[in-house]
């Protein structure tokens, strides 16, 4: 029965990317590279009949679940979210949880759909709330470290996956908190002319060490990351630096993210542990599904 199931979408972090604008929603979205990460949200179907989301037992009012449903022409379900992550800072949530949230709706309508088809929906009322342009495209594909090579929703827009070992690890710290809509009114005009550049520049040589370097240069270029608080952070992890426990480290909108290899991960952690409380994540390869 769909109350008994649960779906599992991971989060997805940016390290660049640029806005591909298009008249046709299903076709607007960006052009980057992310990783894809774990544990991410786990989507459970309440058997209530109205339209709301718990979100880590918090009910919270979140436009593109709403919005997903009417445009899916589908009545909207209440719904428990579990999650490592806290909304609109940087991970990719609201994604994960309007594509969640989305297929337990529709099969609770009797409706059997595809992951694709599911995205479209999810993907366009993102692009329509201006909350994430290739989120729900990568959280459903997954790769661990993903490139978009075409923009759009699943099935429109398509990503390569970079080949990275498991023994990755993403720790974050999160900063200041304010919308993707407020990151694109600071940010939009640099984003515009760096992100491309970014782009190219990871073509040369697509790996994890690459994708890190860019990553960095892209939150510094575009002043998401401040030369005070680049340096800030490398006299923290300037042992781990040293050690090369640390690939690199970037900022993405309210994230400061680290990226380490698994011997070196806990050395790192407790570094970090002076500016908040770190979260550590695997990579994620396989995507959304079914957990049962």
């Known amino acids: 029965m769909v109350r008994m199931t649960k779906i599992f ?23 980057g590279a992310g990783l894809v990460v774990e544990p991410g949200l786990i989507i459970e179907y309440l058997d209530v009949n109205e339209c709301k989301v718990l979100y880590n037992d918090v009910e919270i009012d979140l436009k593109t679940y709403r919005d997903g449903h009417e445009i899916a022409g589908i009545p909207c379900k209440a719904i428990k979210v579990t999650s490592p992550f806290e909304l609109g800072v940087g991970y990719g949530a609201s994604a994960g949880v309007t594509i969640g949230g989305l297929y337990l709706s529709l099969s609770s309508a009797g409706i059997k759909t595809t992951w694709n088809k599911v995205g479209e929906y999810a993907h366009s009322a993102e692009v329509l709330n201006k909350t994430g342009y290739g989120d729900v495209l990568t959280e459903i594909y997954g790769g661990g470290l993903e490139l978009r090579i075409s923009p759009g929703a699943p099935g429109i827009g398509a990503i390569d996956k970079v080949p990275v070992s498991r023994n990755i690890r993403v720790i974050t710290i999160r900063r200041r908190k304010y919308s993707t809509i407020e990151m694109f009114r600071r940010y939009g005009d640099t984003i515009k002319i760096y992100g491309p550049q970014a782009y190219n520049k990871f073509l040369e040589d697509p790996s994890i060490e690459k994708f890190g370097e860019v ?78």
């Open 215 to 292: 990553s960095h240069w892209f939150s510094r270029m575009t002043g998401m990351m401040s030369r005070s608080y680049e340096s800030r952070i490398k006299s923290i992890l300037k042992n781990e630096i040293r050690r090369g426990s640390v690939i690199d480290f970037f900022v993405k909108k309210s994230l400061l993210v680290v990226i380490t290899d698994e011997s070196g991960y806990l050395d790192v952690y407790n570094s970090l542990s002076n500016l908040g409380t770190p979260l550590v994540f695997t990579l994620n390869f396989s995507g959304c599904r079914i957990l049962y």
């Open 9 to 31: 979408v991971p989060g997805h972090i940016s390290g660049f990317w640029y806005v591909i604008e298009s008249d046709a929603i299903l076709r607007t979205g960006s052009l």
